[in-house]
């Protein structure tokens, strides 16, 4: 079993930075894939990012970076020039083995944070 806690949303402008945090607690070696998904009122969930614990990563935008660390079992987004568009709740999201084709597709995860909410004013 997989518990992910997600921190470090909040209210910022544009332009400004967050560093989005999701902490894994069980097995996190090899194949264990985490990702960040993100969902605005009204919309799909849109994936970010994702990592594989072994190595690898895919983002979605060049504002972002994704990284860990192995020794607190922490998955990182830094999030950089942050736009209006980029509100949405923050969703950590991981599963044992995901191919990096199917990392995009949030059926893949099978464990869930329970988000973080990021608002950009303008």
């Known amino acids: 079993q997989v518990q992910l806690v997600e921190s470090g949303g909040g209210l910022v402008q544009t332009g400004d930075s967050l560093r989005l945090s999701c902490v894994a607690s069980?097995?996190?070696?090899?194949?264990?894939?985490v990702g960040w998904f993100r969902q605005a009122p009204g919309k799909e969930r849109e994936f970010v990012a994702a990592?594989?614990?072994?190595g690898g990563s895919t983002v979605e935008s060049t504002r972002f970076t994704i990284s860990k660390d192995n020794a607190k079992n922490t998955v990182y987004l830094q999030m950089n020039s942050l736009k209006p568009e980029d509100t949405a709740i923050y969703y950590c999201?991981?599963?044992?083995?995901?191919?990096?084709?199917?990392?995009?597709?949030?059926?893949?995860?099978?464990?869930w944070g329970q988000g973080t909410q990021v608002t950009v004013s303008s």
């Open positions: 999201a991981a599963d044992t083995d995901i191919i990096v084709s199917a990392r995009r597709d949030p059926n893949q995860y099978a464990y």
């Open positions: 069980g097995r996190t070696s090899g194949r264990f894939t």
């Open positions: 990592l594989r614990w072994s």
